[in-house]
């Protein structure tokens, strides 16, 4: 996917004049680097002292040791799955090849790749998935816990193996901020975990190759940190890999400059991506984990160094995590909102491993459980890890203790989030929230007043996900649109408009009318929004315990239009369509469950499931992954002040 002049135009548009001013100087300074690369300083007596503290490596639990070591296992034997495709060559990787579409990405200076474009590179996620280095982080791990160095030699072996096929500023994994930061990170652990083999000094401090690339990639994310309208989650990363090497690498004579400038920029950063509520103001779940794990890795680094870190990380972590908890359903899965592409910050367990209780485990670790959480059964390597280096909050030194939420929360108002909960697992998110953040919302979906209901975890009205993110217009197109979630479209339009696969060039504005979850046996949720000029698209949900039966009522102000209305329902339930009533069924945890979803009669509903021309029926679990599943739409015309009315009623 290539971008055309009407996107750079679209772009610039949605640009302030102090972010155009910092991008002309980030071109220049690409033109001036294509020369200059300048030698790194000097230096001896390097040593690495932010090691594990004794008996971490023992207070991994036996189970989470065992899925990490065969995890292992399978890397050393070459296998491997990124978005869904499966890999058997990681015993001597390729770096620069797609092994989805066969092609390597070009030669020559970082900067003139054409990374977007899939003819010329293959999928670049593809590229920069392994060379984030996170699956030598586990092999790392499996080392620390079981001492065999074979897991150590292999990861020796690829490092060494990447730095001399990626010199600095020379192709494909030079381009993107977040690669190089997290990348920084995962090298920082690789170094912790091998700590006890007799060859880890050798293979970093002892080794000008390693050396180089380290000065290297923390001079790259000085001089290019996201900015503006980009500073997403990217300059999380970018700010937590150069804060993680600074502190933990502090071998270099910028590196105390590094150190306090990744800092600042994570401190202000993690404040500007965070609702006060504690929420990911990208409205994305996925994202919300990863800035979450990139806070508490970096904030490890910090009291492994003793570098104090400002009071309002620790707060923003905090407020993550207890938000974390409280709009998890019962099997702990967060809402699929908005964009997710299975990115995570540090990786250092096997398969299987639940990243929302680890998560949740690290954070009572360090901030300690509230009662109302949920309870977390899994285990992880990760948690006693970290653990063994952050401070526990509001002890120890470490910042006071703040008031925390006494009840679990329902009603999230700046992030115009809302769960209701039921009987039996019975869990809906409402959308209610800002389209997405910062002014092109790259990681947000035409998605406003849409649900997701789920009963025990089992997606029963779906969120269908992502997908994909370059080289697939029209399945991005499809996955980021109107009609690809629980809500109402109008004359066959999205109620934001794109300009681009990250861009938003015009956002719906929504407003949360209701949101009373706190009545006896009913919940209530009333919300709007204009993203349809002259017609306001107004929702209203309510959930009975008593009857366990969720009532949605669309209502459309304003002229006569065409609508279409869809309902998504998650890949385990199977629909049988008769006029304007489905009969849901879904197998659960060995139980068989049912409901019936009466829709509105005005609407002549048809069943969708694997269409391709175009895209419809599709639900994606996770990054380069989807399945068939079934989608429900009505179509027909709005009427007045008549609403639609929908029924979901819960059997068993």
Same mark, same amino acid.
């Given at each position: 996917?290539?971008?055309?002049?009407?996107?750079?135009?679209?772009?610039?548009?949605?640009?302030?004049?102090?972010?155009?001013?910092?991008?002309?100087?980030?071109?220049? %300074?690409?033109?001036?680097?294509?020369?200059?690369?300048?030698q790194r300083p000097v230096v001896s007596g390097a040593r690495f002292t932010a090691v594990l503290p004794a008996g971490a490596i023992a207070a991994v639990p036996a189970d989470a040791a065992k899925r990490l070591v065969a995890t292992a296992d399978r890397l050393m034997d070459g296998h491997a799955e990124f978005f869904g495709v499966v890999r058997d060559d990681l015993a001597a990787p390729d770096w620069w090849r797609d092994p989805k579409t066969g092609r390597r990405a070009p030669a020559g200076y970082a900067f003139d790749v054409?990374?977007?474009?899939?003819?010329?590179?293959?999928?670049?996620?593809?590229?920069?998935?392994?060379?984030?280095?996170?699956?030598?982080?586990? +092999?790392?791990?499996a080392y620390a816990v079981t001492g065999n160095e074979r897991y150590a030699e292999r990861v020796a072996e690829h490092l060494r193996s990447w730095w001399a096929a990626n010199p600095p500023l020379r192709g494909v994994h030079w381009i993107s901020g977040i690669e190089l930061g997290i990348r920084l990170l995962s090298w920082v652990w690789i170094r912790r975990l091998l700590n006890g083999w007799p060859g880890a000094a050798g293979l970093f401090e002892g080794n000008p190759v390693a050396l180089d690339q380290i000065w290297h990639h923390q001079r790259w994310l000085a001089a290019f940190p996201s900015r503006g309208s980009s500073a997403n989650n990217h300059v999380i990363a970018e700010a937590a890999g150069q804060f993680a090497a600074a502190c933990a690498f502090d071998w270099f004579p910028s590196s105390a400059r590094w150190r306090t400038g990744a800092l600042r920029s994570l401190e202000r950063n993690l404040r500007a991506n965070t609702f006060p509520s504690g929420l990911n103001r990208e409205l994305a779940g996925e994202y919300h984990g990863l800035v979450l794990e990139l806070g508490l890795a970096a904030v490890a680094e910090a009291d492994a160094a003793a570098?104090?870190?400002?009071? =309002?990380?620790?707060?923003?972590?905090?407020?993550?995590?207890?938000?974390?908890?409280?709009?998890?359903?019962?099997? +702990? %899965?967060?809402?699929?909102? $908005?964009?997710?592409?299975?990115?995570?910050?540090?990786?250092?367990?096997?398969? $299987?491993?639940?990243?929302?209780?680890?998560?949740?485990? =690290?954070?009572?670790?360090?901030?300690?459980?509230?009662?109302?959480?949920?309870?977390v059964t899994g285990t992880d390597v990760r948690t006693p890890l970290l653990a063994a280096l952050l401070r526990p909050y509001g002890r120890s030194g470490s910042t006071p203790a703040v008031t925390r939420p006494a009840r679990r929360r329902a009603h999230f108002a700046d992030a115009g989030m809302t769960v209701l909960r039921g009987p039996d697992g019975i869990w809906c998110r409402c959308d209610g929230g800002p389209h997405g953040f910062l002014s092109i919302a790259a990681h947000a979906h035409a998605d406003a007043l849409s649900l997701e209901v789920r009963q025990d975890g089992v997606d029963v009205l779906a969120d269908p996900g992502t997908y994909c993110y370059h080289g697939q217009p029209e399945w991005r197109r499809y996955f980021r649109s109107t009609l690809g979630h629980n809500t109402l479209e109008l004359d066959g339009e999205d109620q934001s408009t794109s300009g681009g696969p990250f861009l938003w060039t015009r956002h719906a504005r929504s407003r949360v009318l209701v949101a009373d979850t706190s009545a006896e046996g009913v919940a209530r949720w009333c919300a709007e929004h204009d993203g349809y000029g002259q017609s306001v698209h107004r929702r209203r949900v309510e959930?009975?315990?008593?009857?366990?039966?969720?009532?949605?009522?669309?209502?459309?102000? $304003?002229? %006569?239009?065409?609508?279409r209305l869809a309902f998504h329902l998650g890949p385990a339930v199977t629909?049988?369509? =008769?006029?304007?009533?489905?009969?849901?069924?879904?197998?659960?945890?060995?139980?068989?469950?049912?409901?019936?979803?009466?829709?509105? $009669?005005?609407?002549?509903?048809?069943?969708?499931?694997?269409? =391709?021309?175009?895209?419809?029926?599709w639900y994606s679990a996770g990054f380069g992954r989807k399945v068939p599943a079934t989608t429900l739409v009505g179509t027909g015309f709005t009427d007045g002040a008549q609403g639609f009315t929908t029924? +979901?009623?819960?059997?068993g």
């Open positions: 996917m290539t971008m055309s002049a009407g996107w750079y135009l679209r772009r610039l548009s949605r640009m302030g004049p102090r972010e155009v001013g910092g991008r002309v100087g980030d071109a220049a %300074r690409r033109r001036r680097w294509r020369t200059e690369v300048p054409p990374y977007r474009d899939e003819d010329a590179v293959g999928d670049v996620k593809q590229i920069w998935e392994p060379s984030r280095h996170q699956y030598l982080t586990v +092999l790392a791990a570098v104090p870190v400002p009071r =309002t990380v620790r707060l923003v972590l905090l407020r993550m995590t207890d938000a974390l908890a409280a709009v998890v359903d019962d099997r +702990l %899965r967060p809402p699929r909102q $908005g964009d997710g592409d299975d990115g995570h910050g540090l990786v250092v367990d096997g398969a $299987g491993t639940d990243r929302w209780a680890s998560l949740l485990a =690290t954070g009572e670790a360090v901030f300690g459980r509230l009662a109302w959480w949920p309870e959930l009975t315990a008593a009857s366990r039966e969720l009532r949605i009522v669309d209502e459309v102000r $304003g002229p %006569r239009r065409a609508v629909a049988d369509l =008769t006029g304007d009533r489905a009969v849901l069924t879904w197998t659960g945890d060995g139980e068989d469950h049912s409901a019936v979803l009466d829709l509105p $009669g005005r609407l002549t509903w048809r069943a969708h499931r694997g269409e =391709t021309g175009p895209p419809l029926g029924v +979901l009623g819960f059997r």
